[in-house]
């Protein structure tokens, strides 16, 4: 069983920062590419960005130059520093990793449960 736990968000004012935490934990014998998506009420889960196994990352265009994507392999931790925070920011913010639980098996999604991030203006 695979679990990922989201932790850090919060109530900010525009233009702050907050940093998002997902650990992953359970049977775990690879993780590929992480990521953490968003969604906003009455709108689609949308990405926010990625990293893959080897340190390359990607962004959507909404966020690039004021969000970092990291990584801890050896803690299975994804990190989201998220400065300079807009109110459009504002959104449920969703883990997701493609994660083996043994040789035998293929990768799989798995999603944390949100984090709520709000930004006041």
């Known amino acids: 069983q695979v679990q990922l736990v989201e932790s850090g968000g919060g109530l900010v004012q525009a233009g702050g920062s907050l940093r998002l935490s997902c650990a992953a934990s359970?049977?775990?014998?690879?993780?590929?590419?992480m990521g953490w998506y968003r969604q906003a009420p009455g709108e689609m889960r949308k990405v926010v960005a990625f990293?893959?196994?080897?340190?390359?990352?990607s962004y959507a265009d909404s966020v690039k130059g004021r969000f970092t994507i990291s990584r801890d392999n050896a803690k299975n931790t994804v990190y989201l520093q998220m400065n300079s925070l807009k109110a459009e920011d504002t959104a449920v913010y969703y883990c997701?990793?493609?994660?083996?639980?043994?040789?035998?098996?293929?990768?799989?999604?798995?999603w944390g449960q949100g984090t709520q991030v709000t930004v006041s203006s």
């Open positions: 997701n990793a493609g994660i083996r639980t043994d040789y035998y098996h293929p990768e799989y999604d798995y």
């Open positions: 990293i893959t196994s080897g340190g390359s990352t």
């Open positions: 359970g049977s775990i014998f690879s993780i590929a590419a």
